[in-house]
């Protein structure tokens, strides 16, 4: 993937750079427009351009948040998707990313649960085991194809890629994606510095009014790591002081209270006008990242609250396969069993009955990289 990176943030030269955005305008009049007033009262307006009936229906109409349905996150980097193999006793080969690709994105039935999947960038480009695109199998299930043009960076760091983003865009609109990711995130025990955090902001707003100059629907994806002693109450200040989302850490094991918090954030910081809000899983077991979700929707909200998750879709399907072309079908069906969990909790049904112990197993692992 090109230009994909992290860089510690070291000094506020950064900021420096980043000053001449104010008050500018960079797209011309369109629908669907997201407005930021940065640091200065001059705003800076940005707009949608020829694609703005097209985002919003890949956003709202096109599948992408339909209830009952949510996001299969398959984008780890090859080195990631690396360790996933090696856990079970495969080599981190382009062959066996296709074989372990082609069986997720064919699990029959696969789209009634999951409106879109995140890819990355070597599977938009890639074929099935049997010759198909993979881009075509997803879009055959009814589920829209999306990307992560960049991996996130971790602790005091920053995204980089902006650079030349908008021609990787356009390339991937043209490769059948409809939607991008972009993860940035922040640390508690590391901080989070003030710095830090508003790179994070410039970053997501620049990456988002690229990705709709390309008809691509943006998913701005800010996390606070789990890492860290802090309570939950710390979480919440500073997700809120940010604007920030994801304060499971201390509320683990206690759905409620959790959520809680997080619908207490959502409210006072996400307008409604926003279509959809996607946890991620971050390390929770399976059966955990379900019923967090499904303590989120107990009552209406107004957005459409969801999942994309990596780890709480994929990993006891990664298990049940083990490498093993005999095993595929048993490796879809619990692909589908957790796809159908995640689906009656985001309607709220969910009643983490007759889940395996697999399935309960935690996956926190202490600075997880993506
Ligand atoms: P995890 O669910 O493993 O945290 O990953 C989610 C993700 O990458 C969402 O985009």
Redesign the pocket.
């Known amino acids: 993937m090109a230009a994909a990176s992290s860089a510690t943030l070291k000094s506020s030269s950064v900021i420096d750079k980043c000053e001449w955005i104010k008050g500018q305008s960079l797209r011309q009049a369109s629908a669907a427009f997201v407005r930021c007033h940065p640091t200065s009262p001059s705003a800076l307006t940005v707009r949608a351009s020829s694609y703005a009936d097209e985002l919003v229906k890949t956003a709202v109409k096109n599948n992408c948040i339909p209830p009952g349905r949510g996001?299969l996150?398959m984008?780890e980097s090859n080195a990631t998707c690396g360790k996933r193999l090696a856990s079970i006793g495969l080599e981190n080969t382009e062959a066996n990313r296709q074989a372990y690709r082609t069986l997720l994105v064919s699990a029959p039935g696969l789209g009634e649960y999951i409106s879109g999947a995140?890819l990355f960038e070597e599977t938009l480009y890639q074929s099935t085991t049997d010759g198909k695109k993979m881009v075509d199998v997803l879009v055959e299930q009814n589920i829209v194809p999306g990307l992560?043009p960049l991996p996130g960076s971790n602790n005091e760091s920053w995204c980089q890629g902006l650079d030349g983003l908008s021609s990787r865009t356009a390339a991937y609109y043209q490769q059948g994606a409809r939607f991008a990711?972009w993860?940035t995130v922040v640390s508690i025990p590391n901080g989070p510095s003030a710095l830090a955090v508003k790179e994070a902001a410039w970053g997501l707003a620049r990456y988002a009014a690229i990705s709709q100059d390309s008809g691509l629907v943006p998913?701005v994806?800010p996390e606070i790591l789990l890492d860290g002693d802090h309570g939950i109450d710390r979480t919440f200040e500073v997700a809120q002081k940010h604007g920030y989302s994801g304060c499971r850490k201390q509320g683990q094991g206690h759905p409620a209270a959790s959520s809680r918090l997080h619908l207490k954030l959502l409210h006072r910081r996400i307008p409604p006008a926003v279509p959809g809000i996607?946890f991620?899983?971050?390390?929770q077991s399976e059966v955990e990242?379900t019923l967090n979700l499904n303590a989120m929707n107990q009552s209406p909200n107004p957005w459409h609250v969801s999942f994309?998750?990596?780890?709480?879709?994929q990993n006891t399907c990664l298990k049940t396969w083990g490498g093993r072309p005999e095993n595929v079908k048993a490796a879809q069906d619990t692909l589908l069993v957790r796809a159908k969990a995640n689906s009656l909790a985001q309607l709220g049904k969910y009643t983490g009955d007759g889940e395996s112990e697999e399935a309960k197993k935690g996956?926190f692992v202490k600075g997880y990289v993506?």
């Open positions: 996001i996150a984008d995140i992560v990711k993860r998913i994806e996607m991620l899983s971050g390390g990242a994309s998750y990596a780890r709480a879709l996956m993506y």
